[in-house]
């Protein structure tokens, strides 16, 4: 099973960029779906946006043309670049992946992204 790493949060202020990186610790090449999710205090965990083996990507409305998802096969890694960000952003954002004929998911330990009004 993968285990997966975030990084990249922080504090910024609203209306600015951040760029967050999951590493898995193998090829994520045949991985089904890799997504990130994120949840707010008090809230439930919400998808943010995924991405499928096949490049297909799915994005939830509250962050469609702002966030773009990539994912870098060579680097074992999947990218969820945030821009025009909002303080409604804020949150724990998760890496999550998705494998096998059963879609065993594994999660990461979660990055925490703050922005500042």
């Known amino acids: 099973q993968v285990q997966l790493v975030e990084s990249g949060g922080g504090l910024v202020q609203a209306g600015g960029s951040l760029r967050l990186s999951c590493a898995a610790s193998?090829?994520?090449?045949?991985?089904?779906?890799m997504g990130w999710y994120r949840q707010a205090p008090g809230k439930q965990r919400e998808l943010v946006a995924r991405i499928f083996s096949s490049g297909r990507t799915n994005y939830a409305d509250s962050v469609k043309g702002r966030f773009t998802i990539s994912r870098d096969n060579a680097k074992n890694t999947v990218y969820l670049q945030m821009n025009s960000l909002k303080p409604e952003d804020t949150a724990v954002y998760y890496c999550?992946?998705?494998?096998?004929?059963?879609?065993?998911?594994?999660w990461g330990q979660g990055t925490q992204v703050t922005v500042s009004s």
């Open positions: 999550a992946a998705f494998e096998g004929p059963l879609l065993t998911t594994t």
């Open positions: 193998k090829s994520i090449f045949s991985i089904n779906v």
